[in-house]
């Protein structure tokens, strides 16, 4: 399930008018005297990473509790105004139209909004989701992780998002819903969309989801290919903390879990304990190795140290998802955890923090 990446939002066109403003309005003694605003243009948010530009920030003072930001004439620009702690107004326009958020209080942020067909769509959506959204994690969150109530708020969440685009199909907001889907769902939509919807602001950001969820779905593909017990696991070397090559042949012989992870991935974090544990029960015929990904040197060795990671650790040290190695191995997401049996063939590979993941690798090595 995606988050949602609004926080509050809104617009209202004025006729007869070549521009307009973005407009915040704060309760009287809760706004602070200036706040610093953030924008890109869409049609930057849609370059690839590396050619993508940053966020044209400017501190913008209130007056008189309130906070007015001209709009990009450029084009249609995603904003983002930080409030205090996570708390930020995130919101779309375009060229000529004024987005007005009436903020009723800061702590706990409530607000209310009016104007575009878009933004008030996406006003209208947004609490539908959100509720869903503290459901499922909730259930993520628990000890243990309630699965079942977790799908079962997946289910709901897909239904709110299907029932909205089916009784607004022209709306504008219909593309920002149809981004809250994933996989198979999402290209079910998208090749659904009223093609009135091709020129509305949203739209080159849904195009760039479809080439990712494309790819995603090839990765998904490939990884089931790679751990059909028929395929040898991809060759690497990489230097481990002393500076010494490792690599995967010199473990032939011994079950080895590749543990793909991250310093900056708390979910990577959260499963060193039954790692370890596993690792001490059967260190005898297992072997981890640890592939650190997209962490500066210092991070990577900072992070083994905090969290005394006993296994053999190595540090991929290309940056992104363009990686070698993460295209190997069709790594989508982190953690991820490969089986190699001792003939060197992948026999599993999970995604994300799965408990479950210890039973599988308990099963392989007993059934030896």
């Known amino acids: 399930m995606k988050k949602t990446i609004f926080a509050a939002m809104a617009a209202i066109v004025f006729a007869g008018t070549s521009f307009a403003d973005v407009t915040v309005k704060f309760p009287a003694g809760q706004g602070k005297e200036s706040y610093d605003v953030e924008h890109m243009l869409i049609s930057n948010m849609i370059k690839p990473r590396g050619e993508r530009p940053s966020y044209s920030s400017e501190t913008v003072k209130t007056v008189k509790n309130v906070l007015t930001i001209s709009t990009d004439p450029a084009g249609a620009a995603f904003y983002v105004i930080p409030l205090e702690g996570r708390d930020r107004l995130e919101f779309y326009t375009n060229p000529g139209e004024n987005v007005v958020v009436d903020v009723k209080s ?11 067909e878009l933004m008030e769509g996406i006003y209208t959506l947004k609490p539908l989701m959100s509720a869903i959204e503290t459901r499922y994690m909730n259930a993520a969150k628990a000890e243990p992780r309630d699965t079942a109530a977790m799908s079962k708020a997946l289910v709901d969440f897909n239904k709110v998002i299907k029932d909205y685009i089916s009784m607004n199909p022209k709306n504008p907001a219909v593309v920002y819903a149809v981004m809250q889907l994933d996989g198979n769902d999402f290209l079910e939509a998208f090749s659904a969309l009223d093609s009135s919807l091709a020129g509305t602001a949203l739209y080159p950001l849904a195009e ?3 080439a990712s969820v494309e790819s995603r779905i090839a990765a998904d593909k490939h990884r089931a290919e790679l751990a059909s ?3 040898m696991a991809p060759a690497f070397t990489f230097k481990d903390l002393e500076g010494k090559d490792v690599s995967l042949i010199d473990f032939r012989g011994k079950w080895v879990v590749l543990d793909f992870w991250g310093a900056w991935c708390p979910w990577c974090i959260k499963g060193f304990p039954k790692l370890k544990d596993a690792y001490e029960q059967y260190k005898t015929e297992l072997e981890v190795i640890g ?3 997209n962490d500066k040197e210092e991070a990577w060795r900072n992070a083994v140290k905090k969290y005394e990671l006993p296994w053999v650790n190595v540090r991929n040290p290309e940056m992104g998802g363009e990686s070698k190695v993460l295209t190997d191995y069709a790594v989508q997401g982190f953690p991820t955890k490969v089986i190699v049996n ?17 039973d599988v690798l308990a099963k392989f090595i007993n059934e030896k």
Do not use: A, H, M
């Open 106 to 116: 800061l702590s706990p942020l409530d607000y209310s909004v009016s104007g575009t």
């Open 208 to 210: 760039r989801q479809k």
């Open 229 to 231: 017990g028929n395929t």
């Open 291 to 293: 592939i650190d990904c």
């Open 342 to 358: 001792p003939e060197g063939k992948i026999v599993n590979i999970t995604v994300g923090e799965d408990p479950g993941f210890f």
